[in-house]
């Protein structure tokens, strides 16, 4: 079984453009993740989806942050525009709303905003 | 509000060594308490899922236990290997959240050197 997928897996941009990130979850899958993981920490959660909905985006800055998980597979996740402090791992992560919900992972994108 | 806390923050040892890492939660009100793995630049990998029920999860070396009363829970590794290094992460779903929102600990660093 193919685990979750993300691309790319680095990322370098300057201040101020925009970058996006790409997620694939692990077939069959309907709740997805984005998280965010700073240096040193935990990842925080950013968004969840329930198939294609959003049902808690409480944590994603709306300002500059937007994701969409269109026929409710894969997922995008856009920063624009991009800020120093957006420097981070960002996680995709999915589950299968059984199995008391245990998470699976991808590898993440390492974003540096220069 | 959740707050996960893990001590101590890195940790070196030699091979062969049992070690204890620790984690404690502000609210005992949880679905269950997970172990992740992250291993440099890649994603998390789940060790151990003990719902709040239970007393404890064992897996190969690994042993993990929880307190729920008292906000704790404990990843015992034994006759730990280089292999072991990365860094080790435990997260709580609190039920005020929902069962799939997890709140992560900083993690703990380990580095077992031969």
């Known amino acids: 079984e193919a685990g979750v997928v993300q691309s790319p897996r680095y990322k370098i941009i300057e201040k101020k453009q925009p970058v996006a990130f790409w997620c694939n979850p692990i077939?069959?899958?309907?709740?997805l993740y984005w998280y965010l993981q700073n240096l040193g920490q935990g990842p925080e959660l950013l968004i969840r989806?329930?198939?294609?909905?959003?049902?808690?985006d409480s944590q994603l800055p709306k300002d500059r942050f937007s994701a969409e998980r269109l026929k409710g597979v894969d997922s995008t996740l856009k920063i624009q525009p991009a800020e120093l402090g957006d420097s981070a791992v960002y996680l995709c992560?999915?589950?299968?709303?059984?199995?008391?919900?245990?998470?699976?992972f991808g590898p993440g994108t390492r974003l540096t905003v220069t | 509000k959740q707050e996960v806390t893990q001590i101590p923050a890195a940790l070196s040892v030699p091979e062969g060594e049992n070690l204890v890492l620790n984690c404690s939660f502000t609210d005992s009100a949880i679905y269950n308490l997970q172990w992740f793995r992250q291993d440099p630049g890649k994603g998390l990998t789940s060790l151990l899922l003990i719902q709040s029920s239970q007393r404890e999860q064992t897996s190969g070396r690994l042993n993990a236990s929880l307190d729920k009363s008292s906000g704790r829970s404990t990843l015992y590794i034994a006759a730990s290997q280089p292999g072991d290094s990365a860094t080790y992460l435990c997260a709580v779903p609190p039920i005020s959240g929902g069962y799939n929102k997890l709140i992560f600990g900083a993690g703990t660093r380990l580095a077992v050197h031969p």
């Open positions: 992560a999915s589950s299968s709303g059984t199995g008391a919900g245990e998470q699976y």
């Open positions: 077939s069959g899958h309907n709740t």
């Open positions: 989806y329930e198939n294609e909905e959003a049902v808690d």
